[in-house]
């Protein structure tokens, strides 16, 4: 049981005011319920863990977008580069993704957040939860005094850490990888395109990327199994596509996190307790990308648990959240993984074939025309409708067979 005196109450409580927690608590507190939001960190948007690479589609399925200052840049496609350098584009006729500032873009949710009511405290540490029939207790710790809050819900949008929810006892996000990302300058880059690198060499289990910020910065990073760092030393100093680029380029800032590619956990909800975000698995397998999924999943949870307090309903109604996202996004998620299952069964030998296939078939052009970087299930399912793709899949599975 939790010490101390109950010195607080509010109706929803969330915790990590990252995206996930803060656009649940901005569709919360638009039900006109009382939202409290509780960052451990002492600044919105501190410390970044992301590629801040975001699809304009993505923001027109939230509702919003940023604003200006928030973008960096704008890119209408991607290059993607074999093990071995073989390579095809990717190109759409207009801009296809914002690189946004990511320190800037939470601020920007947590502006709107607390514009609609919700309040957010900051440098204030969850140490512990208690979960009975009638409320959740939360113990927190803010410099030397600790509190407790008392809530009618707790929305868990923690990150990937976990501790909360295991306590609570969830399971964990899984397959995760380890990532590190160099902020640069003084490099040459392609402004309008994203670079991903595939490889066993170069990032096994994952990829690298190059991610323009601007027509002489970039933010280069790649996730691996294993030693990312060393990995992102190797590919910066011998890739041939990169070498001569980046030589003079200048590190301003490293940035290290973590890429979870096993897609939702089995269960999000319990009793009081709703997941959302990167603690909920809710990450797209193929590109470890989840700002979008991952929000439109918060709306949800938002929505919920304010009309679940609005209307003091039976605690059950609160598996609607769970229910709904599933049925929005499940086969989102599920398509997701297979591809990235494949993706790590390939060898390198069979990715440079497969790369080249893509080209001569010219089927980057279908990925053009109809893919999606969130939604992923239509283009697949697209693929495999496609004799040329599936022509594509079968020679690329029967060479890595024999």
């Known amino acids: 049981m939790l010490n101390g005196n109950i010195c607080e109450r509010t109706d929803i409580a969330i915790v990590g005011a990252g995206p996930a927690g803060l656009v649940a608590a901005t569709c919360a507190a638009r039900t006109g319920v009382k939202v409290s939001v509780f960052e451990e960190h002492g600044i919105i948007g501190l410390p970044t863990h992301c590629a801040g690479l975001v699809s304009i589609r993505g923001f027109k399925k939230l509702g919003f977008y940023p604003p200006s200052n928030v973008v960096l840049n704008k890119v209408r496609g991607a290059i993607f580069f074999s093990p071995s350098g073989h390579s095809f584009v990717v190109e759409g006729k207009k801009d296809q993704?914002?690189?946004?500032?990511?320190?800037?873009?939470?601020?920007?949710?947590?502006?709107?957040?607390?514009?609609?009511?919700?309040?957010?405290?900051?440098?204030?540490?969850?140490?512990?939860?208690?979960?009975?029939?009638?409320?959740?207790?939360?113990?927190?710790?803010?410099?030397?005094?600790?509190?407790?809050?008392?809530?009618?819900?707790?929305?868990?949008?923690?990150?990937?850490?976990?501790?909360?929810?295991?306590?609570?006892?969830?399971?964990?996000?899984?397959?995760?990888?380890?990532?590190?990302?160099?902020?640069m300058e003084n490099v040459e880059v392609y402004r309008d395109f994203v670079e991903l690198y595939f490889g066993q060499k170069i990032a096994p289990g994952f990829f690298a990327w190059i991610i323009p910020t601007s027509d002489s910065s970039a933010r280069v990073g790649l996730a691996a199994k294993s030693k990312?760092?060393?990995?992102?030393k190797k590919f910066l100093r011998s890739n041939k596509q990169v070498l001569n680029r980046f030589r003079k380029g200048k590190i301003v800032r490293v940035i290290g996190g973590t890429v979870i590619t096993g897609g939702p956990i089995s269960r999000t909800w319990?009793?009081?307790?709703?997941?959302?975000?990167?603690?909920?698995?809710?990450?797209?397998?193929?590109?470890?990308?989840?700002?979008?999924?991952?929000?439109?999943?918060?709306?949800?949870?938002?929505?919920?648990?304010?009309?679940?307090?609005?209307?003091?309903?039976?605690?059950?109604?609160?598996?609607?959240?769970?229910?709904?996202?599933?049925?929005?996004?499940?086969?989102?998620?599920?398509?997701?993984?297979?591809?990235?299952?494949?993706?790590?069964?390939?060898?390198?030998?069979?990715?440079?074939?497969?790369?080249?296939?893509?080209?001569?078939?010219?089927?980057?052009?279908?990925?053009?025309?109809?893919g999606d970087m969130d939604f992923q299930y239509k283009t697949i399912l697209r693929s495999l409708s496609n004799i040329k793709a599936l022509a594509v899949a079968f020679l690329t599975l029967l060479s890595q067979l024999v």
């Open 270 to 370: 319990d009793s009081r307790v709703l997941l959302v975000g990167d603690v909920a698995g809710q990450v797209k397998p193929t590109t470890g990308g989840g700002i979008v999924l991952g929000s439109l999943c918060s709306i949800i949870a938002g929505r919920v648990a304010g009309e679940f307090v609005r209307n003091d309903l039976p605690v059950s109604f609160l598996s609607n959240y769970e229910k709904t996202w599933r049925k929005l996004f499940g086969r989102e998620f599920r398509s997701m993984k297979i591809l990235r299952t494949l993706l790590n069964f390939l060898s390198d030998k069979t990715l440079d074939k497969l790369f080249l296939y893509i080209s001569r078939y010219e089927f980057n052009e279908d990925l053009a025309k109809y």
């Open 228 to 232: 990312p760092l060393n990995l992102l």
């Open 97 to 183: 993704a914002y690189v946004l500032d990511r320190i800037l873009y939470d601020q920007f949710l947590a502006l709107k957040a607390e514009k609609a009511g919700a309040k957010i405290e900051l440098a204030c540490k969850v140490n512990d939860v208690f979960v009975n029939r009638n409320k959740v207790f939360i113990e927190l710790v803010k410099g030397k005094r600790e509190k407790i809050v008392t809530t009618k819900v707790l929305i868990d949008a923690e990150g990937v850490k976990s501790v909360i929810s295991s306590r609570l006892g969830f399971s964990k996000p899984q397959s995760l990888l380890p990532a590190v990302q160099f902020e």
